[in-house]
């Protein structure tokens, strides 16, 4: 019965994928949406359920297909795992996935591959699930790289843009530059524990004595943990694979919200997650991936200052709050990493949402500087995003008040320094956030006559969407709060060590009216600039200095441009315009020569076997001389 429900659960969207494929240009519009989003939403029922069962037994699921190879000692099944974490993903992966879809039939409504949009949601969805759900690191793989591919499908949906092919493009490949590293890392596990099932090598680890260890142990999984942590740079957008996440939003903006709040941006703390037993027993690793965390969030932070796309703005916000999910993850606060992987996946939703909503008004606008006044137009719109911009500034009650605030607690505990750049990077957002929502809501409209006359509320598909997550954005700190901390106890039969548990005390009060003293002086700096000066950004070309650095971006893909791209493309030219000549002149140089000595040689073939004979009795004759000398 359970093996046949989690069958169900991972192929509904595979199968909504399929039909949307064959038969969603026939069917119209409307039906194709339609059973996208049933597929996806019959798959979060099913997760429903097995969250109850799993929350009734505390016992994991684990369902095997088949044996797929085995080699000597090292054998690999096909099967699922559905435990505590796998759950909690699957929730907020389907559960997300479902309101995006729903909102995607209005958005997408008058896009000619309607069906073709919705069957590469499900397909992304489906190669989710199953990243989420196997067993193994090779049916992880298999989703991981199944996400890159969709992701590429998706950011480059409107193909005949070729700026969004060339984003398309990067993002697959900078994704394959971290996936190597994953898979090298899968084969150093393979190589060391003959095994790469995760309840497997969580057994192996838990027995390990460091002191008795072998040469294995001791150095490989180390570098095992550091390779895969490089996996989870290119998948969750870290220092320095991170550019492709901001260039994603070349996408429709359901794409966006998809990646970047529930599913692919996620995958890299998952997995990380997942491995914590392995990650645990590195501790360089684990430095190195707090220090790349906390960079990573102010450095995106910074650059999210300046930018006037309102989807870029969300683009980098949500790099900079992965940056604080990896310093939470190394940091060994895994409990309080996934705590924020999830109110952040309420809130950035609603926000990406929330700005598709906001441009499908102003008929695909996405400069804010463009925007202003469109509270009073789009009441519902306005207030949903409000909610969430409370939330993600970490203002008190909302989500993120609450997740944000035990990651800089963590730091604190761990590490002052980083608490600092992360606190920055915690004020930072606030401003940029309500920069956001000052621009595109306040004042006065600064946008064309015709878009100002046409300006009204998305319709309900959007705005229900909308609404529900604003919900979650509000409450959805309810999960982990100090005291009850429901969400640690639930995770702690996956964790290998405990999450500590903050009761609050002086300090944790002190560090609480820190973060929000620091939240309201980013909201307050916003206000006094944008609304009380009504100050609006300079174009392009007027900014000059340090901003324009920041601006800018800076210049990072520039020089990747410069140090990478370029000698590249000048290798890959070399090759094509000398090496390959050179090596196809020698090939067809050897192919000329064999044509000629053929035509020497049919002048041999006389006929005549007179001559045949002597030729023979030559022959024979160097021969023996030949071996008489030898």
Request: charged fraction near 10%; include cysteine.
């Amino acid at each position: 019965m359970e093996k046949n429900l989690v069958l169900v659960l991972l192929l509904t969207p595979f199968l909504g994928f399929l039909f949307n494929v064959f038969f969603g240009k026939k069917v119209g519009k409307s039906l194709s949406g339609t059973i996208g989003t049933l597929a996806v939403a019959t798959s979060f029922g099913l997760s429903l359920y097995f969250f109850g069962e799993i929350l009734v037994s505390k016992k994991p699921i684990t369902i095997s297909l088949f044996d797929w190879i085995q080699v000597s000692n090292f054998k690999l099944e096909i099967g699922f795992l559905l435990d505590q974490l796998s759950i909690l993903w699957l929730l907020f992966v389907t559960g997300i996935g479902s309101l995006i879809h729903l909102y995607s039939i209005s958005y997408m409504h008058d896009d000619e591959n309607m069906h073709k949009f919705f069957a590469y949601l499900n397909l992304f969805v489906f190669f989710m699930i199953t990243l989420v759900i196997g067993s193994n690191l090779l049916i992880m793989f298999i989703g991981w790289e199944g996400v890159g591919l969709c992701s590429y499908l998706l950011i480059g949906f409107w193909y005949k843009n070729q700026s969004y092919n060339d984003a398309a493009k990067k993002a697959f490949i900078m994704n394959r530059i971290g996936d190597l590293g994953f898979l090298i890392g899968i084969f150093i596990l393979a190589s060391v524990f003959s095994t790469i099932n995760f309840v497997e090598m969580k057994g192996i680890m838990m027995n390990l004595d460091v002191k008795t260890s072998p040469f294995n142990y001791l150095y490989l999984l180390p570098i095992a943990a550091l390779c895969l942590f490089i996996g989870a740079t290119g998948k969750s957008a870290q220092l320095p694979l991170y550019t492709w996440l901001p260039d994603a939003m070349a996408g429709p903006t359901p794409v966006s919200a998809l990646i970047h709040a529930a599913t692919m941006v996620t995958a890299g703390i998952f997995m990380i997650t997942r491995m914590n037993f392995l990650f645990d027993f590195a501790a360089d690793v684990q430095h190195i991936i707090a220090i790349v965390g906390a960079i990573t969030a102010l450095v995106a932070a910074t650059i999210g200052l300046l930018q006037n796309d309102i989807k870029k703005v969300l683009a980098y916000s949500t790099v900079s709050q992965l940056g604080l999910m990896f310093l939470a993850l190394g940091m060994g606060a895994y409990t309080v990493a996934v705590f924020h992987v999830i109110t952040h996946a309420f809130f950035k939703a609603c926000l990406f949402l929330g700005s598709g909503s906001v441009i499908h008004a102003l008929h695909g606008e996405q400069d804010m500087r463009k925007m202003g006044g469109l509270r009073k137009a789009m009441p519902i719109t306005f207030f949903t995003m409000l909610i969430s911009t409370l939330a993600i500034a970490g203002i008190f009650p909302f989500a993120g008040f609450w997740s944000k605030d035990e990651i800089l607690m963590v730091a604190f505990e761990h590490n002052k320094a980083l608490w600092i750049i992360g606190s920055i990077a915690s004020i930072m957002t606030a401003f940029y956030m309500f920069r956001l929502m000052y621009l595109t809501f306040f004042r006065d409209f600064r946008g064309t006559e015709e878009q100002k006359h046409h300006l009204h509320e998305s319709p309900s598909l959007i705005t229900i969407p909308l609404i529900i997550l604003a919900i979650l954005a509000t409450i959805g700190g309810l999960i982990n709060l100090p005291g009850s901390n429901w969400l640690t106890h639930y995770l702690e039969p996956i964790l290998a060590t405990k999450t500590e548990h903050h009761a609050l005390g002086n300090q944790e009060y002190m560090l609480m009216g820190i973060a929000l003293a620091g939240a309201f002086i980013g909201i307050i700096w916003a206000y006094i600039k944008y609304i009380k000066q009504a100050f609006v950004p300079k174009e392009d070309q007027e900014i000059t200095g340090f901003a324009a650095v920041v601006y800018n971006k800076f210049y990072i893909d520039e020089l990747y441009n410069l140090v990478i791209v370029k000698p590249l493309n000048s290798l890959a030219g070399f090759f094509k315009t000398i090496f390959e000549p050179a090596i196809g002149s020698l090939v067809f140089g050897f192919g000329k020569g064999a044509y000629f000595l053929s035509n020497q040689g049919k002048k041999l073939q006389t006929g005549s076997v007179g001559f045949y004979l002597f030729a023979f009795v030559i022959g024979v004759c160097a021969i023996l001389i030949y071996l008489f000398i030898a």
